[in-house]
């Protein structure tokens, strides 16, 4: 589904909320799901040919420039309530 609407993350949040997660709890687990989605994706691209080393290269630099958001965003979570 997420390759072809592009994201899941807005469909499974009401899921996540409704099962008692909240903030930190929310987030890893969405993440630890987006992981398992993009790995299985990345094997797809790959057998199928789309996966060359410069996409795999642009890839990892995306990866690396998103951290300092990822920790700004890290910051503002702890001073949100639930």
Known sequence: MSGIIGSMGPLLAPFYLNYGLQKEE?????AVNRIVVHI???????????????YLGYGILIGIAAFPGNWLGHLVLEKISP
């Open 26 to 30: 929310l987030l890893g687990t969405q």
């Open 40 to 54: 299985v994706k990345a094997i797809t691209y790959a057998v199928f040919g789309n996966l060359t080393l410069p």
